[in-house]
């Protein structure tokens, strides 16, 4: 049988990793247990990982791309229309943590020292600089970044974090409605007066 390739190899210790790190925690797990999980030899995870913190970084990484990736879009199908982007802003993030509770639970826990180490900066800066120039276009003067991020994102995040910690109960997305018009009465609230 030959070989995988690399992105199959990739992908199998990456799914792996995402298994037994959500289940066991990341410290319990070892290069040995990624081996057996994965089929894949431990010479292979460290010429494509390099170590276990960097399996790490890659499934947070991955993750968190994938969630950059879906919030664009939704901004995008509303573009001028500030209040549809606001509410598809905030039903994605909500629907992001439905779709990927594992990869959420694992971004809550290790989004912080995956960022120490340079690998989230690069997608972080092309995300934020598209969803900016979203807010440039639909807010026009009265955008910012921050403002959005903490009246629009932040709330919806910590409803899905409450849920993949199995502290609340409902769905996120029943939460969309009500968030979607608290967030965008905030923005309009913080608009400076003409």
Same mark, same amino acid.
């Given at each position: ?14 799914? =792996? ?8 925690? $990341? ?5 040995? !247990? ?34 950059? @990736? ?12 500030? &209040? ?11 629907? /992001? $943590? &439905?779709?990927?509770?594992? &990869? ?7 989004? !912080? =020292? ?19 120039? /979203?807010? !440039? ?10 403002? $959005? ?13 409450? /849920?993949?910690?199995? @502290?609340?109960? @409902?769905?996120?997305?029943? $939460? ?7 967030? /965008? ?10």
């Amino acid at each position: 049988m030959p070989p995988p390739a690399a992105t199959d190899t990739r992908s199998a210790v990456l799914a =792996a990793a995402a298994r037994l790190f959500d289940a066991r925690g $990341f410290a319990a797990v070892s290069i040995s !247990d990624l081996t057996a999980a994965s089929g894949v030899s431990n010479g292979s995870i460290y010429h494509h990982f390099g170590s276990k913190d960097g399996v790490l970084a890659e499934v947070v990484a991955g993750a968190l791309e994938g969630y950059q @990736r879906g919030l664009l879009d939704a901004l995008a199908q509303h573009d001028g229309d500030a &209040e549809g982007g606001v509410r598809a802003a905030v039903a994605h993030e909500l629907a /992001w $943590f &439905e779709a990927h509770p594992r &990869e959420a639970r694992l971004v809550l826990a290790h989004r !912080d =020292a995956v960022a120490a180490t340079g690998r989230l900066r690069a997608p972080n800066r092309a995300a934020l600089a598209a969803a900016r120039a /979203w807010l !440039d276009g639909a807010l026009g003067a009265h955008a910012d970044a921050d403002l $959005f991020h903490a009246l629009v994102l932040a709330p919806a995040r910590e409803i899905g974090a409450l /849920w993949v910690a199995k @502290r609340v109960k @409902r769905r996120p997305s029943t $939460f969309a409605p009500a968030l979607g018009d608290a967030a /965008w009465a905030a923005l309009q609230a913080t608009a400076p007066t003409q």
